[in-house]
Every structure is written in structure tokens, then in C-alpha cells.
């Protein structure tokens, strides 16, 4: 596709509830990543792909998140059992790892309601 | 560790010029970004610069590098309404992993 594209756009669901996120890169980005932007606050990284390598998972806040990638394709973020806290707009990016084309890119987010 | 830091608020009138600072400390970053999230919209790529650069100019925007002190800046000239938004600063650290700042949310009074 022409970018970013996530879904789906907003979420409510209940305390307790599994979600699953999902985010479809540009066409070969190698990179993909996904944040966390709570109401009225910065970037929270969350994980990082890169290509085929082990992905860095040192932004996720606890075990109930998760995050797969396959290939250099789609990348689903995974929250079990939600939490209040767990409220905020997912935001996925993906970068072309090339020379001079290092630019994020990124999707216009999910925004995800706990209640 | 890899760490960005930078304020979280800046308050200016209209006209007036905006500097927006940022620390960072992966010496091996190469490029470093500056990032606008408008109101409502996600975030896009302002402008960079190369870490072997001092400084880069594109109409408005300066952006200055001290590679020394590790420390990354954005100047709005001429500051409008319309640049109110939060701006994030960015590096490209070791293994290409593009680490954010939590933004500083600029307010341009009218």
C-alpha cells in the first residue's frame, strides 16, 4: 500500500479482554516498530523488528504484551487480559533500512479504550 | 543505555522565534530527526541532519548539532499558530533503531 496502514482504527473493550492490533508496513520496509502514546504524552517505545533478526522487546511494559512479526510483513501487537492502564493510541512504523532512507514512517494509530 | 531526552512544553507568542532542545546519548548516532505530530494527526518527518553536519536550514527551520555535548536543537523562525504541535526529537542509534523522545508540545499564543 501507498503507507502505514493499521487496524483497526479504534477499539473499545472490556477489563480482562485479549486484543489483538494490527499493523501492515510499506511494501519492503525492514524495520517495523510499534509505540505507545497515552492522552496528552510523548512516544513510549514499545518493540522493534529488523528484518530477520531477534526483535528488541525491551520497550514492552509487562508479559501481557506481546508482539509477531512474519517476515518483513505484517506485525500484530497482542494485549491479554487488559488493563485500564492499557488506554492509549498504538502507533506502528516501519522504515526502509538503505543508505539515506532511514525516514519512519508511520500509521495514523489504534486507539485503544479499556473500560 | 539509548536515551533521548528533551522538555516536554514550550509557551511562545506568535512571530516570535521557537527553540526546542534535545539530548541524546548514542555517540554512534548518525542521523538525528525531528518529528511533528499535529493535533489529531500522526506523526512526520520535519527535517533531519547528518551527524557529520553542524547545522541545516530549510526556510524556517534551523536545526543545530554540538556532536560534542550530544545535544540536537530546532529553531522556528517567525513562530505561527499553525506550528503549535508536539515535536519529537529522534536518533538513528547502533543497530538502526530509530529511538524517540517523548515530544515537547509547543503553544504559540496568537
Given at each position: 500500500?501507498?503507507?502505514?496502514?493499521?487496524?483497526?482504527?479504534?477499539?473499545?473493550?472490556?477489563k480482562g479482554?485479549?486484543?489483538?492490533?494490527?499493523?501492515?508496513?510499506?511494501?519492503?520496509?525492514?524495520?517495523?516498530?510499534?509505540?505507545?502514546?497515552?492522552?496528552?504524552?510523548?512516544?513510549e517505545?514499545?518493540?522493534?523488528?529488523?528484518?530477520?533478526?531477534?526483535?528488541?522487546?525491551?520497550?514492552?511494559?509487562?508479559?501481557?504484551?506481546?508482539?509477531?512479526?512474519?517476515?518483513?510483513?505484517?506485525?500484530?501487537?497482542?494485549?491479554?487480559?487488559?488493563?485500564?492502564?492499557?488506554?492509549?493510541?498504538?502507533?506502528?512504523?516501519?522504515?526502509?533500512?538503505?543508505?539515506?532512507?532511514?525516514?519512519?514512517?508511520f500509521?495514523?494509530?489504534?486507539?485503544?479504550?479499556?473500560? | 543505555?539509548?536515551?533521548?531526552?528533551?522538555?516536554?512544553?514550550?509557551?511562545?507568542?506568535?512571530?516570535?522565534?521557537?527553540?526546542?532542545?534535545?539530548?541524546?546519548?548514542?555517540?554512534?548516532?548518525?542521523?538525528?530527526?525531528?518529528?511533528?505530530?499535529?493535533?489529531?494527526?500522526?506523526?512526520?518527518?520535519?527535517?533531519?541532519?547528518?551527524?557529520?553536519?553542524?547545522?541545516?536550514?530549510?526556510?524556517?527551520?534551523?536545526?543545530?548539532?554540538?556532536?560534542?555535548?550530544?545535544?540536537?536543537?530546532?529553531?522556528?523562525?517567525?513562530?505561527?499558530?499553525?506550528?503549535?504541535?508536539?515535536?519529537?526529537?529522534?536518533?538513528?542509534?547502533?543497530?538502526?533503531?530509530?529511538?524517540?523522545?517523548a515530544?515537547?508540545?509547543?503553544?504559540?499564543?496568537?
Amino acid at each position: 500500500g501507498a503507507g502505514v496502514s493499521q487496524s483497526p482504527s479504534n477499539k473499545v473493550t472490556e477489563k480482562g479482554k485479549d486484543v489483538e492490533l494490527r499493523c501492515d508496513p510499506i511494501s519492503g520496509h525492514t524495520a517495523l516498530y510499534w509505540y505507545r502514546q497515552r492522552l496528552g504524552q510523548g512516544l513510549e517505545f514499545l518493540i522493534y523488528f529488523q528484518g530477520n533478526s531477534a526483535p528488541d522487546k525491551s520497550g514492552l511494559p509487562s508479559d501481557r504484551f506481546s508482539a509477531e512479526r512474519t517476515g518483513e510483513s505484517v506485525s500484530t501487537l497482542t494485549i491479554q487480559r487488559t488493563q485500564q492502564e492499557d488506554s492509549a493510541v498504538y502507533l506502528c512504523a516501519s522504515s526502509l533500512r538503505q543508505g539515506m532512507d532511514t525516514e519512519a514512517f508511520f500509521g495514523q494509530g489504534t486507539r485503544l479504550t479499556v473500560v | 543505555g539509548e536515551d533521548v531526552e528533551q522538555s516536554l512544553f514550550l509557551s511562545v507568542r506568535e512571530g516570535d522565534s521557537s527553540v526546542i532542545n534535545c539530548t541524546y546519548t548514542d555517540s554512534s548516532s548518525t542521523y538525528l530527526y525531528w518529528y511533528k505530530q499535529e493535533p489529531g494527526a500522526g506523526l512526520q518527518l520535519l527535517t533531519y541532519i547528518f551527524s557529520n553536519m553542524d547545522m541545516k536550514q530549510d526556510q524556517r527551520l534551523t536545526v543545530l548539532l554540538n556532536k560534542k555535548d550530544k545535544h540536537l536543537s530546532l529553531r522556528i523562525a517567525d513562530t505561527q499558530t499553525g506550528d503549535s504541535a508536539i515535536y519529537f526529537c529522534a536518533e538513528l542509534a547502533g543497530g538502526f533503531k530509530t529511538i524517540f523522545g517523548a515530544g515537547t508540545r509547543l503553544f504559540v499564543k496568537a
